[in-house]
């Protein structure tokens, strides 16, 4: 019996997709496991005072924002075990996502400076950008490790794709540090929900003609793996 990998596997790979042992997570529940902590973020600083007022331990924390950034690791850390609870895998990006999470969240709260939570959506969204581009480079569509699940592409959809997304992340980078350094924490907090959000959901939906002209029918997809 082949044993469950950590780790999202290869989408390249014929047997990702035959192994009987994959488990694939219900689509409304992977957005509420993925956006779910981004949501508990933006309530917890919002709602800062709010939260002190009903759970006065939460005052030794400080400032709303440091006790949104306490629950956003919480939250991450449970949607991450939440994943692997379900699939017996993790999510590479979000897996990415996390870790970054927890170091700078970690940092904002041991030094009391907002400064590395708010580094942290440029920190992933480059990595996510560098990594995807760079992938592009060795020859490897790394997005379908997000989409796999999702959409069925051939390699030059996946390979345009890609691109688009990569340069997509280097985007939102810099948009995150624009905003963070001339805004208020107040409106770039609810920048993250109602602007970055927004952005992102606009930019999937007008990939939707890309991913329409090179997906791969089922038939067509069974006949490659027989091939192969």
């Known amino acids: 019996m082949m044993e469950q990998p950590i780790f999202e596997r290869d989408p390249s790979d014929p047997a990702a997709r035959t192994d ?3 488990k694939e997570i219900n689509p409304l529940l992977k957005l509420v496991l993925e956006l779910g902590p981004l ?5 917890a600083n919002a709602r800062g005072e709010w939260l002190i007022e009903r759970f006065p331990a939460l005052s030794n924390i400080g400032e709303p924002i440091f006790i949104a950034t306490a629950l956003f690791m919480a ?5 991450l075990a939440a994943s692997w609870i379900l699939v017996r895998s993790l999510p590479i990006m ?3 996502s996390g870790i970054v999470v ?9 030094l009391h400076n907002e400064t590395f939570i708010k580094m942290k959506p440029t920190i992933v969204n480059a990595l996510f950008g560098i990594i995807l581009l760079g992938g592009l480079y060795f020859g490897k569509s790394l997005l379908g490790y997000v989409f796999d699940s999702a959409f069925k592409l051939n390699a030059e959809g996946w390979r345009k794709l890609t691109m688009r997304w990569g340069i997509f992340f ?3 980078a810099v948009l995150n540090e624009v905003v963070w350094r001339s805004f208020s924490t107040d409106f770039w907090v609810a920048f993250k929900v109602w602007g970055t959000m927004p952005i992102t959901l606009l930019f999937t939906f007008a990939q939707m003609p890309l991913v329409m ?3 791969i029918e089922p038939a067509a997809e069974k006949a490659s793996s027989k091939d192969q």
């Open 75 to 79: 939250a991450t850390a449970i949607a």
């Open 102 to 110: 927890l170091i700078f969240g970690a940092l904002t709260l041991w």
């Open 94 to 96: 979000p897996l990415i």
């Open 39 to 43: 949501m508990v973020f933006f309530f």
């Open 20 to 22: 009987p042992a994959r």
């Open 213 to 215: 002209k090179y997906s």
């Open 170 to 172: 280097i985007f939102l």
